[in-house]
Structures are given as structure tokens and as C-alpha cells.
């Protein structure tokens, strides 16, 4: 029984990790997509903005919560990047 809760606490350690990292690894392309965008002429960033919304309206369904979070998101980053 010990071995199990051991080997149970060394998975979870593990999984708390990779969770640790991919944070990393998304606040990372969050800070280099603003850049980007902070770069582009408006009517580059308008280009952009546009292609994404029809992309999003062709791949998700609108009444899925995680499409609702992704487009979210997505509007958060190119509308209003964080400073």
C-alpha cells in the first residue's frame, strides 16, 4: 500500500511538472504573438484579425465552451495584448 501512495505521489509530482512547464511554454508565445502584433501595421493587424475570426467560425462550433474560451482568448490577445 505504501508503494502504490509513493509511486501515485511521484506520477502526480510529474504531472505538476509538465502542467509547470507548458504554462511556461504558453506565456512564452503570448509574449512573443504580442510582440508580433504590436509590430504590424493596422491594416496588416486587421488582415490578421480577420483571417482568425474565419478560421474560428469554419473549425469550431460556437456552443462548445472550449471554442467559447479559445475565441475569448483569442480576442483578448489581438484586440487588447497585455502590456
Known amino acids: 500500500m505504501k508503494n ?3 509511486e501515485l ?9 509538465a502542467s509547470k512547464e507548458q504554462v511556461a511554454q504558453i506565456e ?3 509574449i512573443v504573438v504580442t510582440a508580433l502584433v504590436r ?6 493587424h486587421q488582415a490578421i484579425t480577420s483571417s482568425i475570426e474565419t478560421a474560428m467560425d469554419n473549425a ?17 490577445l489581438l484586440r487588447h495584448p497585455r502590456v
Open 4 to 6: 502504490l501512495i509513493a
Open 60 to 76: 469550431a462550433d460556437a456552443s462548445d465552451e472550449n471554442a467559447v474560451l479559445l475565441r475569448n482568448y483569442i480576442d483578448k
Open 39 to 44: 509590430k504590424l501595421d493596422p491594416q496588416q
Open 28 to 30: 512564452a508565445l503570448e
Open 9 to 17: 505521489l511521484v506520477k502526480l509530482a510529474e504531472k505538476e511538472e
